[in-house]
């Protein structure tokens, strides 16, 4: 009786547990898999509530028997006590005389009336056992029809489960008897991983020994680890049909065969939580949604489609795989398809117009997955998704809408289709990989194709139609990704090479500087992308002024001084996007030069790894550790008229010539001539070490670059040379009167 209510009372305990736990889990757990559990735990749960109820029964019931028992039995035995106090002895054959039986007394009964009394009250203790064992063993009953019979398993059923698992065919029904067969007899994630380990699983009902041999013999060890673990996540499996989910789009075939559930019931349990509680939040919407089903059966397909991809994908991309080429190709077409459906809401011919659903699509999960393959990211970003090596598609009807899209992760995830380059190059190199080298290059040149491309140009600068928010202030993310993968291209996009698939007129016509223009300005939409740019375009100006002292290269200066210009107008014509005010520009102006040659030591130092070119930079890593870097190489300009547009390289010569000066002592050592070492010194060039070093603060501009070319002098380098073909290369790139507008 007590263990009995103890089993119910520890039943109600962890019925009540789980549902207090899965009313925040169904927040964050939606799909196939979790509307199986929510339905297969509401069905425990009423189940759980009349099993708890039986067992109170029975406790009760035996309870009560207990009580009338015990009565009954001690009625019987005082009258075994009555009996032998009146000098009888009571056995099993009756009541006789004792040895010390002195007669009856009269009135009082005899030993027939003892064995009389005596044998009602035993017959009373029977019947009262027999009602309460018939009561108890009808509670019995009722909960055995109430508790749920443990799945029914057969040899035949394991190769047929199996085969269904792995081609694709299995239905969500198919995938709630499985797993729900797999909970009835036990198997959880812990067991299934000890089967796969070859141990012993032992307490399994009748039947499933057999069903899991054939399991076994059709999964074999690893087959069966695999679906340990797929049920160990979340409980999707790979049945689920991937390529469906992949290709479903708005009126395509592989919605063919879906039904809307025909009652408004059956048709909320096929969405997840948190869609059918929106719903239900809103009188009226859940009955609208249905109706509207029920008369755009293709539009409901898409949208069935959409919450099946979500769980899926979302399950998958948790996980370390690299999908295949094909398959990735056709995600990153799958999820700009889905952004381009709900950008398109509103428009009142969408699936989300006819079907007001709100469905969070996958399309953020789909491209971790997919971008995992940098194969899938060069084919996408060349428009060639069956890797021939010729177009087949128009790549701005796949990247636009992925660019474009408002995400909730910043576009973080779609930018991994674009952030890989720059690594997969210095990686490539150091593992002597030509083939990678060429992909990364290659995708690379794509990408700054699409950027630079006027009509994707623009409405990148303005996402949402005309004076309105820029890719940076909306996909922050999906910039920083731009930058990550082109900053080690820098020198391509400024025409320093000259080589491999970046030919001069690859990106744009000789002489012209628009798409490069295009891209430094959507590099400082964003702060940190801009920082990001700004330490590359350092590092890479570095190797120019070693170019030119190592020479004498005058493209080298022209280099240093057209890349310098793409820094400074993509900064201003980021500005002047963004505001109208002069006043309001000059600050953003000021404010993001800051920002970008506030040095990134880390992407220095990665360059300086990755990239062949700034291997053998000298003076570079000295640069890195000095504490007035972002002086040394470029100033943020304090007087908005005292800038190279207006003509003033005052606040350029100084630190161009400190550089060369730096590259110059670095490859001979210090001047010979005692009176310039002694200038340095008192300059504050040349620390008492014997190591130069930019003066802090505001140095007089002129006496450093004085100094510094007389000492550059004495090594055959002509620093008004150098200045010569920096200028009129900045020149070629930016205008030098203010007044005169600033090309984008």
Same mark, same amino acid.
């Given at each position: 009786m007590t263990s009995t209510e103890s089993v119910a009372t520890r039943l109600e305990d962890a019925r009540d547990s789980i549902h207090a736990s899965t009313n925040d889990l169904w927040s964050a757990w939606t799909g196939i898999a979790a509307d199986a559990a929510a339905g297969h735990l509401d069905r425990e749960r009423k189940s759980d509530t009349t099993i708890s109820y039986e067992l109170r029964e029975i406790a009760s019931a035996t309870r009560r028997a207990d009580e009338d028992l015990a009565h009954a039995a001690r009625v019987a035995l005082d009258r075994i006590a009555a009996a032998e106090r009146a000098g009888f002895t009571v056995s099993d054959g009756g009541v006789t005389a004792g040895p010390d039986f002195t007669g009856v007394y009269e009135g009082e009964p005899d030993a027939a009336a003892h064995w009389g009394m005596i044998q009602d009250a035993l017959r009373v203790v029977g019947e009262v056992d027999d009602d309460h064992a018939r009561r108890i063993t009808g509670i019995i009953s009722n909960l055995v029809d109430v508790t749920p019979a443990p799945a029914a398993f057969s040899p035949d059923e394991a190769a047929h489960d199996w085969a269904m698992l792995t081609d694709g065919t299995v239905t969500s029904e198919d995938l709630a008897r499985f797993t729900t067969n797999l909970a009835a007899a036990g198997l959880d994630p812990q067991s299934l991983e000890e089967l796969a380990n070859g141990k012993v699983v032992t307490a399994l009902p009748a039947g499933a020994f057999g069903y899991l041999e054939n399991l076994y013999g059709e999964a074999g060890a690893d087959g069966v680890m695999e679906l340990q673990q797929q049920l160990l996540a979340d409980g999707s499996t790979s049945a689920l049909d991937a390529r469906d989910l992949v290709e479903a789009r708005p009126g395509s075939a592989q919605l063919d065969g879906y039904q809307v559930p025909p009652t408004l019931s059956a048709f909320m349990d096929t969405l997840p939580p948190d869609v059918r509680s929106e719903l239900e939040s809103e009188p009226g919407a859940a009955a609208t949604a249905h109706r509207n089903a029920l008369a755009n059966p293709g539009d409901a397909a898409y949208i069935d489609s959409v919450i099946r991809g979500r769980e899926f994908w979302e399950f998958v991309g948790t996980g370390s795989g690299t999908p295949g080429a094909e398959l990735g190709t056709k995600l990153v077409e799958s999820a700009a398809s889905q952004v381009s459906v709900i950008d398109s809401t509103g428009s009142g011919t969408g699936p989300y117009d006819t079907i007001p659903i709100t469905v969070g699509h996958a399309g953020e999960s789909m491209l971790d997955v997919a971008a995992s393959n940098h194969d899938v990211s060069a084919r996408v970003l060349a428009g060639d998704l069956d890797g021939d090596g010729r177009p087949d598609i128009q790549r701005d009807d796949i990247l636009t809408p992925l660019f474009t899209h408002d995400w909730d992760d910043g576009g973080e995830s779609a930018g991994r289709l674009t952030n890989w380059m720059t690594p997969e190059m210095g990686d490539a190199h150091a593992a002597g990989d030509p083939a990678r080298v060429d992909r990364a290059e290659r995708a690379a040149l794509d990408l700054s194709q699409y950027l630079a491309h006027e009509e994707n140009f623009d409405r990148l600068m303005d996402v949402h139609g005309e004076n309105t928010s820029n890719i940076g202030e909306v996909n922050p993310g999906l910039v920083r990704a731009f930058a990550d993968g082109l900053h080690g291209y820098i020198p391509e996009l400024v025409r320093a090479d000259n080589v491999g698939d970046w030919k001069q007129d690859s990106l744009e016509s000789p002489n012209f500087n628009e798409a490069a223009r295009r891209i430094f300005t959507l590099m400082a939409t964003d702060q940190e992308s801009s920082a990001t740019f700004g330490s590359a375009a350092t590092a890479f100006g570095r190797y120019y002024a070693d170019d030119f002292v190592?020479?004498?290269?005058?493209?080298?200066?022209?280099?240093? $001084?057209?890349?310098?210009?793409?820094?400074? /107008?993509? !900064?201003?014509?980021?500005?002047?996007?963004? #505001?109208? @005010?002069?006043?309001?520009?000059?600050?953003?102006?000021?404010?993001?030069?800051?920002?970008?040659?506030?040095?990134?030591?880390?992407?220095?130092?990665?360059?300086?790894?990755?990239?062949?070119?700034?291997?053998?930079?000298? $003076?570079?890593?000295?640069?890195?550790?000095? /504490?007035? !870097?972002?002086?040394?190489?470029?100033?943020? #300009?304090? @007087?908005?008229?005292?800038?190279?547009?207006?003509?003033?390289?005052?606040?350029?010569?100084?630190?161009?010539?400190?550089?060369?000066?730096?590259?110059?002592?670095?490859?001979?050592?210090?001047?010979?001539?005692?009176e310039i070492v002694t200038n340095l010194g008192d300059l504050n060039l040349l620390g008492s070490d014997g190591t130069l070093t930019y003066p802090s603060g505001n140095p007089p501009l002129d006496a450093i670059t004085g100094a510094a070319d007389r000492a550059l002098e004495t090594y055959g380098i002509d620093f008004s040379t150098f200045r010569e073909y920096y200028i009129d290369a900045y020149g070629s790139v930016a205008p030098t009167n203010r007044e005169t507008a600033i090309p984008r």
């Open positions: 190592e020479g004498p290269s005058y493209l080298g200066a022209s280099n240093a $001084g057209r890349l310098q210009a793409l820094l400074d /107008t993509g !900064i201003y014509n980021a500005g002047r996007e963004m #505001f109208d @005010d002069r006043a309001q520009i000059d600050e953003f102006v000021q404010q993001r030069r800051e920002d970008t040659f506030n040095t990134n030591y880390t992407v220095i130092r990665n360059l300086v790894a990755l990239d062949p070119r700034l291997s053998g930079t000298v $003076g570079l890593m000295m640069d890195v550790n000095s /504490t007035s !870097i972002r002086d040394t190489f470029v100033p943020a #300009f304090e @007087d908005p008229e005292a800038t190279p547009f207006t003509g003033d390289f005052s606040r350029y010569s100084a630190p161009n010539a400190y550089n060369l000066l730096e590259n110059a002592v670095g490859r001979y050592g210090l001047p010979r001539d005692p």
